[in-house]
């Protein structure tokens, strides 16, 4: 079983910044994807960029350039910094983790303000 746990959203105004963090527990060890997804409303649910357990990375094209996900092994903890942030932008931001099975977190809210 693993866990996720989302941290750092929060309302920001447009061309701010903000740092998601997602901490893992459980048997997350050799798990094969991680990342983070949104959905705002009335919208699905759509990826936002992942980063695989040998560093390869994968953007919507919508935050390239402005989103950077990245790990820290030791601590199990996937970040997303979010620069550049516009009302667009806004929604529930989920983190996830394919390792046996899909794992998603209860997600974290994001509003960019114009």
């Known amino acids: 079983q693993v866990r996720l746990v989302e941290s750092g959203g929060g309302l920001v105004q447009a061309g701010g910044s903000l740092r998601l963090s997602c901490a893992a527990s459980g048997n997350i060890f050799g798990f094969k994807i991680m990342g983070w997804y949104r959905q705002a409303p009335g919208k699905q649910r759509e990826l936002v960029a992942t980063i695989t357990s040998g560093a390869n990375t994968n953007y919507a094209d919508s935050v390239k350039g402005r989103f950077t996900i990245s790990r820290e092994n030791g601590k199990n903890t996937v970040y997303l910094q979010m620069n550049s942030l516009k009302p667009e932008d806004t929604a529930v931001y989920y983190c996830?983790?394919?390792?046996?099975?899909?794992?998603w977190g209860q997600g974290t809210q994001v509003t960019v303000s114009s």
């Open positions: 996830y983790a394919l390792v046996d099975s899909n794992y």
